[in-house]
């Protein structure tokens, strides 16, 4: 008779099989728990997104974001199943309201300007509805949105923050990390969006593996949650030009007035490759080419205003960002 383990190993190969003959068809890589996802088989950042949710209805479980980003092989998916959570049920459908489309910040030359634009003209509106497991949906208005990043911002600034010096986000996603992107910007700084860890016992291991993006993008800050904050001092020899390690609590306290205005040529956020297949590369997108794809995307897709997007990618992934957040 076979162990749980390795029944649960054959389901996963399974599962991962199928997505490679999808994915790659007549692809001849044999699917072993020792298979690199990307270099053997071929799964790219959002096959794998695809392959955690069809592992998820196999299993009946909920894993965790971080699995996205820190398991590489068909083993390190295993171990996260053994820790993951049962899935939740579904949920009752939602009401969202509907009105007529709504014209677009065409003018706006920035993300900041964008949001701006949205918020003294629709602050009401639904900007994001997250829909949290076991928990009722929480919806964040422009104006919402708006408020926070401003607190967010004076903190970083009151903190010694200077224009163009990069702020590491790793938080989960939700109305922190929403928030915290807009408050770096808004303050001058420059985004850089990393994963956060599948379970905070491992967050030293963590950040460890992270320190060469860090130093490389030579972070000024962190801004993660409490429980990051114990290793800085670890952290403060790897990463020589960090400042502090603060959470969205901390900087949302200090009311410290704030002018930095972003011009569309500045850095917007730097985006780091997974690192699967050598060190980590930063990726330089300033305000203007966001803006110009995310205004090209809309007619591509044949979208407006009146149209409701899901997305359940990560955003700390370029897609859950980019094409999910701000392309909405």
């Not at 699917?31 to 592992?55: H, I, K, N, Q």
């Not at 479980?61 to 699995?67: M, V, Y």
């Not at 952290?235 to 569309?264: C, N, Q």
Request: charged content about 15%.
């Amino acid at each position: 008779m076979n162990s749980p383990v390795e029944d649960a190993s054959v389901r996963l190969l399974r599962v991962t099989a199928q997505l490679v003959r999808e994915t790659h068809p007549g692809r001849e890589a044999p699917v072993t728990l020792d298979s690199s996802l990307e270099r053997d088989l071929g799964l790219d950042s959002l096959a794998r997104v695809e392959l955690l949710l069809r592992l998820g209805r196999e299993f009946g479980a909920s894993l965790p974001e971080a699995a996205l980003g820190e398991a590489e092989t068909p083993r390190d998916l295993l171990r996260y199943l053994g820790h993951a959570a049962p899935a939740a049920a579904p949920q009752a459908a939602i009401e969202l309201p509907h009105g007529a489309a709504l014209p677009l910040p065409d003018a706006a030359a920035t993300l900041v300007e964008v949001l701006e634009w949205h918020a003294a003209r629709t602050p009401d509106r639904t900007h994001v509805l997250f829909c949290v497991e076991d928990a009722q949906a929480a919806a964040i208005t422009y104006a919402d949105l708006h408020h926070a990043a401003r607190g967010i911002a004076a903190g970083l600034v009151a903190r010694g923050l200077q224009p163009q010096q990069a702020v590491a986000l790793m938080l989960p996603t939700g109305r922190d990390y929403l928030a915290c992107f807009f408050g770096i910007l808004l303050a001058g700084g420059i985004p850089v969006p990393i994963y956060p860890p599948a379970r905070l016992a491992q967050i030293e291991d963590h950040l460890k593996r992270h320190a060469r993006i860090l130093d490389n993008a030579q972070a000024v800050f962190i801004v993660t949650v409490p429980q990051a904050q114990t290793v800085a001092a670890l952290l403060s020899a790897r990463v020589p030009s960090l400042a502090g390690i603060v959470t969205p609590e901390e900087l949302a306290a200090a009311p410290v007035a704030f002018h930095y205005r972003a011009s569309p040529n500045d850095i917007a956020f730097l985006q780091y490759t997974s690192g699967s297949t050598g060190d980590p590369k930063g990726v330089v997108l300033t305000h203007a080419n966001l803006l110009a794809n995310l205004r090209a995307m809309g007619p591509a897709f044949k979208v407006t205003s009146e149209d409701v997007f899901v997305s359940w990618l990560p955003l700390y992934h370029d897609m859950g960002l980019i094409g999910a957040w701000f392309g909405s």
